[in-house]
């Protein structure tokens, strides 16, 4: 039977996620998905080093290391399954971003589709689904390939 404690590992990693991202640290990012699949944009990268490479390669970071982001995690809801130790959750989340020339703005939301297992004793993220239905001015935050 899931717990208060399986809850809050689940809820934790969703929050590392957003907190390793906006601190630049796209190793630790990827250490997320050591053992799971990233999905975002119809592409799909799997395990530790590709998912550090791709965020490494999309995401603009500044002088101080970090893309200068803010992402706020919100609506979240998660259910298990006792019987296979795995967990889906969904939530909602809004990319806020603010550099010198670029006054604070929201410049993204949407929403993730997660799915975790637990081995031994321990929640990991097996798969995250990314949908971003609203944009803003990405200009400053991600790398976008040139024109066709």
Same mark, same amino acid.
């Given at each position: 039977?899931?717990?208060?404690?399986?809850?809050?590992?689940?809820? %934790?990693?969703?929050?590392?996620?957003?907190?390793?991202?906006?601190?630049?640290?796209?190793?630790?990012?990827?250490?997320?998905?050591?053992?799971?699949?990233?999905?975002?944009?119809?592409?799909?990268?799997?395990?530790?080093?590709?998912?550090?490479?791709?965020?490494?390669?999309?995401?603009?970071?500044?002088?101080?290391?970090?893309?200068?982001?803010?992402?706020?995690?919100? %609506?979240?809801?998660?259910?298990?399954?006792?019987?296979?130790?795995?967990?889906?959750?969904?939530?909602?989340?809004?990319?806020?971003?603010?550099?010198?020339?670029?006054?604070?703005?929201?410049?993204?939301?949407? %929403?993730?589709?997660?799915?975790?297992?637990?081995?031994?004793?321990?929640?990991?993220?097996?798969?995250?689904?990314?949908?971003?239905?609203?944009?803003?001015?990405?200009?400053?935050?991600?790398?976008?390939?040139?024109?066709?």
């Amino acid at each position: 039977m899931s717990t208060a404690a399986d809850t809050t590992a689940v809820t %934790n990693l969703i929050a590392e996620y957003a907190e390793l991202i906006d601190a630049g640290d796209f190793a630790g990012a990827g250490e997320l998905f050591a053992d799971g699949v990233f999905v975002s944009s119809g592409a799909s990268v799997r395990g530790s080093a590709a998912v550090a490479k791709m965020f490494s390669a999309m995401v603009i970071r500044y002088e101080d290391g970090t893309p200068r982001t803010h992402h706020a995690t919100g %609506n979240i809801a998660i259910e298990f399954d006792d019987a296979t130790d795995t967990a889906t959750a969904r939530s909602y989340f809004t990319v806020f971003q603010a550099v010198s020339d670029f006054p604070l703005q929201p410049v993204a939301a949407g %929403n993730y589709r997660d799915r975790f297992e637990r081995h031994d004793g321990r929640w990991r993220f097996a798969e995250r689904q990314v949908r971003i239905t609203l944009t803003g001015d990405l200009s400053r935050h991600l790398r976008m390939p040139p024109p066709a």
